[in-house]
Nanobody
Framework: QVQLVESGGGSVQPGGSLRLSCAASGRTFSSYAMGWFRQAPGKEREFVAAISRSGTYYSDSVKGRFTISRDNAKNTVYLQMNSLKPEDTAVYYC???????????????????WGQGTQVTVSS
């Protein structure tokens, strides 16, 4: 069982930056691939980024602006978000997958555990 807790959300002006964190419980964190998704009001959950032993993978909408990273010693995965846009406004969720092909990392049903989400609002 893995529990995930996101933090770092908030309100920021367009062009600003935020760093989200996702702290995981359990001693096998390094065994899991991790992903970030987001969901805006009235929209479906959308893939943002993923990281596994094979590397990293980003959606086209955030590529070049967001960076996913992890610190296995701290059981934490991060999402550094730069050059934020109003369309980045959403609840951001982290997720853990015991077995994940990066080519399928955009599919929510590939993940086994989810956090409760943290709100990111980009507005002037």
């Amino acid at each position: 069982q893995v529990q995930l807790v996101e933090s770092g959300g908030g309100s920021v002006q367009p062009g600003g930056s935020l760093r989200l964190s996702c702290a995981a419980s359990g001693r096998t964190f390094s065994s899991y691939a991790m992903g970030w998704f987001r969901q805006a009001p009235g929209k479906e959950r959308e893939f943002v980024a993923a990281i596994s032993r094979s590397g990293t993978y980003y959606s086209d909408s955030v590529k070049g602006r967001f960076t996913i990273s992890r610190d296995n010693a701290k059981n934490t995965v991060y999402l550094q978000m730069n050059s934020l846009k109003p369309e980045d406004t959403a609840v951001y969720y982290c997720a853990a997958a015991y077995s994940l092909y990066l080519s399928r990392s955009y599919r929510p049903n590939e993940y086994d555990y989810w956090g409760q989400g943290t709100q990111v609002t980009v507005s002037s």
